[in-house]
């Protein structure tokens, strides 16, 4: 939801100065105080429309996190992170502005971190090795996605069940008891 919003308001920002460049430039092409305002208008189409270029590219797009048997792999707006499951030393929730569930990790720990949008990072990767998720950008119940983590971080034995039926059932059930 928050996202189709994002992209909704930088739909019509593009959209009003593309408009009301158009307008001045029909105005009075031949009067130069109308040029100024035009250009600077046109401007700032493309600057809110190069936002849209990014999400059409791929580049800016919902996120997601993937618990696999190897390790966790969030996907930001903006951003990737993939920290391997022995990297993590634990993990908490915290709020910052807006719940957020961490899997903190080693500080030598080996992350693959990548930006993709460096003009409109509205998401950002962590200073640290870790996995932040922001839980007001998930359509998942932060509770959940918390003891789903911490469950995974506490029982190294489960971890090879990930990806199967089996993680799904545990999920919905709400068996997330270490043990």
């Not at 580049?59 to 696999?68: A, D, I, N």
């Not at 966790?72 to 993939?82: A, E, K, L, Q």
């Not at 950002?124 to 971080?153: E, G, Q, S, W």
Request: proline share 7%; aromatic share 14%; charged share 20%.
């Amino acid at each position: 939801m928050i996202f189709s919003l994002l992209v909704g308001m930088f739909a019509g920002l593009t959209l009003f100065f593309g408009m009301a460049a158009v307008d001045y430039f029909r105005a009075g092409p031949d009067v130069p105080a109308k040029q100024i305002p035009g250009v600077l208008c046109a401007l700032a189409a493309l600057f809110f429309g190069s936002f849209l270029v990014l999400v059409a590219a791929g580049r800016f797009r919902r996120g997601e996190v993937r618990l696999s048997p190897e390790g966790i792999r969030h996907r930001g707006w903006s951003y990737t992170s993939f920290l391997p499951w022995t990297a993590f030393a634990g993990g908490k929730a915290t709020f910052r502005g807006t719940p957020y569930v961490l899997a903190i990790a080693y500080a030598n720990a080996p992350w693959e971190r990548k930006q993709y949008a460096p003009l409109w990072r509205i998401d950002r990767l962590p200073p640290k090795p870790m996995i932040a998720v922001n839980c007001a950008a998930f359509a998942i119940d932060r509770t959940l996605l918390y003891h789903f983590i911490m469950f995974y971080l506490d029982n190294p034995a489960a971890r090879a069940e990930l990806g199967t039926e089996r993680s799904l059932q545990r999920a919905r059930s709400g068996e997330l008891r270490s043990g």
